[in-house]
């Protein structure tokens, strides 16, 4: 391993075990909640760790702590109903109280939204691999996704869904009223690897206020909730030369280009252009299935039943 590594390795390392990061859970009350759930500590400061690397917006990150508060009984609905196993919302407030902990929940609100609990943990550990979590040191997807079982109820209220949901119904719309065929690459669910880089490629273009042309061939109508609701992008998204879906941001710009069904042609003419990149398609049957955005609610009901 070069010594690069090994720097990358020890400071993810000292960061999640540091008190600094570990301060606003370090309660008998948290801790115990964490350990009847099942819940690994370290799988929670990992992502705490890597939400610090994500310049969410600030005016998001502020109002999480208030609105976790402002649930009834400082509980969500479905925290509140699955109480067995699920209910300890006091974890996501006391997360809360921190930026990068406001960043871990909603960034896990935003993995687990419309996607089983697995899928969503597969996609955490490719973004922590991504931003420098040696293999050593990395959580297991198990691990991850009893944490997300665990968190998801507790953050499914704080707005990623509504927003995907209203992109995903808009653009459907906007594409049935051009007589196009809805193309695969809006919704599908697509590979968590794939998925992990269009992130830290947003995350790049959102840091410099640069513009990014993206042809995702997945996620589409995703990868514009998290750009324009996480990141406060500029986002267009693109079908052919019409534009299905659009919203203001100060934090540079992104063009989403989506291709209708049997398109291929058009995604690879439009990676040709100058600053595009072009992401790969999902292969399998299952990887091309559709970001259910009620999924989280029946999930979970599943799960308890």
Same mark, same amino acid.
């Given at each position: 391993?070069?010594?690069?590594?090994?720097?990358?390795?020890?400071?993810?390392?000292?960061?999640?075990?540091?008190?600094?990061?570990?301060?606003?859970?370090?309660?008998?009350?948290?801790?115990?909640?964490?350990?009847?759930?099942?819940?690994?500590?370290?799988?929670?400061?990992?992502?705490?760790?890597?939400?610090?690397?994500?310049?969410?917006?600030?005016?998001?990150?502020?109002?999480?702590?208030?609105?976790?508060?402002?649930?009834?009984?400082?509980?969500?609905?479905?925290?509140?109903?699955?109480?067995? @196993?699920?209910?300890?919302?006091?974890?996501?407030?006391?997360?809360?109280?921190?930026?990068?902990?406001?960043?871990?929940?909603?960034?896990?609100?935003?993995?687990?939204?419309?996607?089983?609990?697995?899928?969503?943990?597969? !996609?955490?550990? $490719?973004?922590?691999?991504?931003?420098? !979590?040696?293999?050593?040191?990395?959580?297991?997807?198990?691990?991850?996704?009893?944490?997300?079982?665990?968190?998801?109820?507790?953050?499914?209220?704080?707005?990623?869904?509504?927003?995907?949901?209203?992109?995903?119904?808009?653009?459907?719309?906007?594409?049935?009223?051009?007589?196009?065929?809805?193309?695969?690459?809006?919704?599908?669910?697509?590979?968590?690897?794939?998925?992990?880089?269009?992130?830290?490629?947003?995350?790049?273009?959102?840091?410099?206020?640069?513009?990014?042309?993206?042809?995702?061939?997945?996620?589409?109508?995703?990868?514009?909730?998290?750009?324009?609701?996480?990141?406060?992008?500029?986002? $267009?998204?693109?079908?052919?030369?019409?534009?299905?879906?659009?919203?203001? @941001?100060?934090?540079?710009?992104?063009?989403?280009?989506?291709?209708?069904?049997?398109?291929?042609?058009?995604?690879?003419?439009?990676?040709?252009?100058?600053?595009?990149?072009?992401?790969?398609?999902?292969?399998?049957?299952?990887?091309?299935?559709?970001?259910?955005?009620?999924?989280?609610?029946?999930?979970?009901? $599943?799960?308890?039943?």
């Amino acid at each position: 391993m070069s010594s690069s590594d090994n720097q990358v390795g020890f400071g993810f390392q000292a960061d999640v075990v540091s008190t600094a990061s570990l301060a606003h859970l370090l309660t008998g009350r948290i801790l115990k909640a964490l350990s009847d759930g099942g819940v690994d500590l370290y799988a929670v400061t990992a992502s705490i760790w890597l939400s610090k690397q994500l310049p969410f917006r600030s005016a998001l990150q502020t109002t999480v702590h208030a609105q976790l508060k402002a649930m009834p009984g400082a509980n969500g609905f479905l925290a509140k109903v699955l109480s067995i @196993g699920w209910g300890h919302a006091g974890i996501a407030v006391e997360m809360s109280r921190t930026k990068a902990g406001a960043n871990a929940l909603l960034l896990i609100g935003a993995l687990a939204s419309g996607v089983s609990r697995f899928h969503a943990a597969q !996609c955490l550990s $490719e973004l922590l691999t991504i931003y420098g !979590c040696a293999a050593d040191q990395l959580a297991n997807v198990d691990v991850l996704k009893t944490m997300i079982v665990y968190i998801a109820p507790m953050v499914h209220e704080l707005g990623f869904v509504k927003v995907l949901q209203h992109i995903t119904t808009s653009a459907s719309h906007e594409v049935v009223r051009l007589r196009k065929k809805i193309p695969v690459d809006l919704t599908s669910i697509g590979d968590p690897q794939t998925l992990a880089s269009a992130i830290r490629q947003l995350v790049f273009t959102s840091e410099r206020a640069e513009t990014l042309y993206l042809v995702p061939q997945q996620r589409g109508a995703w990868l514009a909730a998290f750009a324009s609701h996480l990141l406060g992008m500029s986002v $267009e998204l693109v079908c052919d030369d019409h534009i299905l879906w659009a919203s203001g @941001g100060d934090n540079g710009k992104v063009t989403l280009q989506v291709a209708p069904q049997g398109s291929d042609s058009t995604a690879m003419a439009c990676s040709n252009r100058s600053g595009s990149l072009l992401l790969m398609a999902p292969t399998s049957r299952e990887r091309r299935k559709r970001v259910d955005v009620e999924y989280l609610l029946r999930d979970a009901l $599943e799960a308890e039943l």
